[in-house]
């Protein structure tokens, strides 16, 4: 119960739309609560079916060249690429009498299956070398899973339980990438559970220690809570009307966790300032909306657009990463903006009950208002920096850059079961076929002839040429098979698997090695002459052109979000000259997080201490994605500062004194606002996906350079070195601002006391 009456009845706070929502939130406390917190139940109720509705796939462009040879060979030949492999182990040897006869009923009885087909066997193909072993005690099964995704995965499971482990004398493992993808999706389940257990205990320690009370410091939590539920839900029902990703619920969680906290923490922590200063429970809250609230609006609203700028890109997983992003953000949001003024509704003054640490008083003589500001650590920070402001920029800009260089030495490769744990079956299986087998049968092209010709020595000439290419083992086709080096085996007549009609198609198996290997294999097809229009599919291909349409769409990408945020920030501030300044610090905040990507997963440092297999090369998705989250959450602190120091120049009018003066009333929460996010995020590299690890160490790192080297240095620098010129805007720009400016209800009074977000 509140402690008077004056304190649950809101009086006339602002006419804009927070203090408005500030005072109905006010009024319908209990029902606000009950609502959000029923709507999270359902959501959370849904999430715990939701990872059976997600793929983890969606690397693959449909529109790109793979995409055309795929629907090809679906529509024309009835084929499909190899998604299942069983890799079948006899001590005795794969050739001993019992184990070919265990063999050949294992491979009819798989081809037997329903919904399985394209069932190739090294019993059931004539003992075919390529698909044995060099020690003669390990043979290849390969099939193809029908279906989409959802569908691969529930029968993947039954095929699992009825194929699995011992076999009629024989030791059967599974693999190929339906079975990788079916892992990947279990251990981001578990990665996920394991990371939230770490992350409530140490950020619940942490948030105590930054407010000294034990309610205040719940209450971040909970907001975070009921953010990850309303977002599993949003997930559950938009994987009915499109193919979500794996890395949704990741991002949900991740995401959830870390924008709840923060906004959380810039909401109560003004919400007990301004009890403090002496505000009654209702003005507090109205204080609260209107500033801190504000604040989380358009922070929110910021993450949104640099997660949306994912949705140009055609991966559906990129396009997963971008609705759970946008969704998360504008969540947490919500979450904030009405979960917490409802509690402080109801709890009052109590929100500083269970006090750990104790406000030391004020001493007679010690200096307050203005002069204490002024002493204090960000204040003179901001000071030291801006009496020398070019050497200080370009020290900080050089070593910044210099963290980055390695970024250019960037190779992009693909996300496959090497970014799982030695202890995946699908790792162990492609581990064996590549070290083992003279060629990567997982990893067959398909070279597609969708208007060729039915003459047989055209096709054979093409067949010859195309196992000539180097590092290719074997082509199989409608004539015959070629083993590399253009030696034919003959087929006999033209081969219905291969032709019908006039489409032609060849299967081209690289020799064993990295997956690298065959994605440059699948550039030199292309890039060679062919008698007739070719469509190169296949696994390595699809990584190819995946790499490709990343390459493609990002300039599109970056320039819709420069666009935006250039509007965004200038009806925030006013000035066009601080627009630019913005994104330019915050991408040079990046440079040495992308450094560090390439330093340390790409070329293998810190990999024993990290635990994770150097492949010599970074999925293309990994830079793009951490690039939007990054730039999104750097843009966000951007906001935090730039509104503050808005608000004292508009107060003092004065640029060097606006900057010093708003660091150090905004400096400590945001300092606080990027190690808890950090806390979230560091919790991912307990993660056994390497994906997940990049996340995990990336994010952090280019949080904690946004909020020391950049808001510390570079910012004060800039605006020290810029001036008054720090918010100049043409006059027509500056009526726009006046008039269509982000701001909330009446200006909002600084107290020189106050020292919040």
């Given amino acids: 119960m509140l402690h008077n009456k004056e304190r649950t009845t809101p009086g006339p706070q602002g006419r804009g739309m927070l203090a408005r929502l500030a005072a109905l939130v006010m009024r319908r406390r209990r029902a606000v609560l009950v609502t959000v917190v029923m709507l999270a139940l359902i959501g959370g109720a849904s999430g715990s079916t939701l990872f059976d509705r997600l793929s983890a796939g969606g690397w693959n462009d449909p529109n790109a060249e793979s995409g055309q040879a795929a629907d090809i060979l679906e529509d024309v030949f009835g084929q499909g690429q190899p998604n299942l492999v069983l890799l079948v182990s006899s001590p005795d040897g794969v050739d001993e009498p019992a184990a070919a006869s265990a063999g050949t009923r294992l491979s009819e009885r798989l081809a037997a299956e329903p919904g399985v087909g394209d069932v190739a066997s090294y019993w059931l193909s004539g003992q075919a070398p390529q698909m044995r072993n060099a020690d003669g005690d390990k043979a290849l099964i390969l099939a193809n899973i029908e279906g989409d995704a959802t569908t691969v995965d529930n029968r993947l499971v ?12 024989l030791h059967i493992q599974i693999g190929g990438y339906a079975m990788f993808e079916h892992e990947l999706t279990e251990q981001s389940e578990r990665d996920i559970i394991k990371a939230e257990l770490l992350v409530f205990p140490v950020t619940m320690l942490a948030l105590v220690l930054i407010f000294g009370s034990v309610v205040a410091a719940t209450l971040p939590l909970a907001v975070a809570m009921v953010t990850v539920l309303l977002g599993m839900g949003v997930m559950w029902v938009l994987a009915d009307v499109t193919s979500l990703s794996v890395l949704a619920v990741n991002v949900v969680t991740l995401l959830g966790l870390g924008l709840a906290i923060d906004y959380s923490l810039l909401m109560v922590n003004r919400y007990r300032e301004e009890l403090r200063g002496g ?140 970014t799982m744990p030695e202890s995946a079956e699908s790792r162990q299986v492609a581990t064996a076929i590549r070290t083992e087998f003279g060629s990567g049968e997982q990893n067959a092209l398909q070279v597609v002839m969708p208007e060729a010709t039915s003459d047989a020595g055209v096709i054979a000439g093409y067949g010859a040429e195309l196992s000539g290419f180097d590092g290719v083992a074997r082509v199989d086709t ?41 994605q440059r294999l699948v550039d030199e097809i292309r ?4 008698p007739f229009q070719t469509l190169v599919g296949g696994q390595p291909a699809i990584t190819v052109d995946g790499n490709d349409a990343l390459t493609t769409w990002l300039p599109y990408s970056l320039a819709t979000l420069a666009v935006v945020m250039v509007i965004l920030l200038f009806l925030l501030t006013g000035s066009v000259v601080l627009p630019f300044l913005a994104m330019a610090l915050s991408l040079l905040s990046l440079t040495a997080t992308f450094g560090a990507l390439v330093w340390i997963f790409q070329e293998g440092n810190l990999s024993g201490l990290l635990g994770f297999t150097v492949t010599g090369s970074l999925p293309g998705t990994v ?86 080297l950049v808001r510390g240095a570079l910012l004060p620098a800039s605006m020290k070195l810029l001036g008054r010129a720090t918010w100049w805007a043409p006059a027509p720009l500056r009526r726009f601002h006046a008039r269509f400016g982000l701001r909330e209800g009446d200006p909002v009074t600084s107290s020189p006391l106050r020292r919040t977000g």
């Avoid at 003589?365 to 901001?382: I, K, M, S, T, Y």
């Avoid at 085996?489 to 198996?509: I, K, L, N, T």
């Avoid at 890039?527 to 062919?530: G, L, M, N, W």
């Fill in 158 to 169: 039954d095929l699992i339980a009825d194929y699995g482990g011992d076999w009629d004398g």
């Fill in 623 to 708: 830079p793009v994605m951490l690039f939007a989250v990054a730039f999104g959450l750097a843009m966000d602190y951007q906001v935090f500062m730039l509104s503050r120091i808005r608000e004292e120049y508009e107060r003092t009018g004065e640029n060097t004194r606006a900057v010093a003066l708003g660091l150090e009333r905004i400096g400590r929460i945001v300092t606080a606002a990027a190690v808890l996010i950090s806390i979230v995020f560091l919790a991912f590299l307990i993660s056994d996906i390497t994906l997940m690890k990049a996340f995990g160490l990336g994010l952090p790192l280019a949080v904690l350079l946004d909020a020391t």
């Fill in 279 to 418: 505000r009654g429970v209702a003005e507090a809250i109205s204080m609260t909306m209107r500033t801190a609230g504000r604040t989380v609006v358009f922070s929110a609203v910021t993450v949104a657009i640099a997660l949306s700028v994912l949705a140009w890109f055609p991966l559906a997983a990129l396009r997963s990463v971008s609705y759970a992003g946008i969704a998360t953000a504008l969540l947490a949001g919500f979450a904030s903006l009405t979960v917490l003024p409802a509690l402080f509704a109801v709890l009052g003054h109590r929100v500083d009950r269970g006090r750990v640490f104790r406000r030391r008083a004020r001493r007679r003589g010690e200096p307050d208002g203005e002069q204490a500001v002024e002493n204090g650590f960000w204040h003179r920070l901001a000071t030291v920096v801006m009496r020398r402001p070019l050497p200080i920029a370009s020290i900080v800009a050089v070593f910044l850059l210099l963290l980055g260089a390695p970024f250019l030495n960037l190779k992009l490769g693909e996300v496959d079961e090497r």
């Fill in 527 to 530: 890039a060679a002459p062919a």
């Fill in 478 to 518: 409608a004539t015959g098979s070629y083993v590399g080096g253009g030696e034919a085996v003959p087929a006999g007549p033209m081969h219905e698997q291969f032709a019908r009609g006039d489409a032609v198609y060849f299967s081209v198996v690289p020799a064993a090695g990295e997956p690298e290997d065959a």
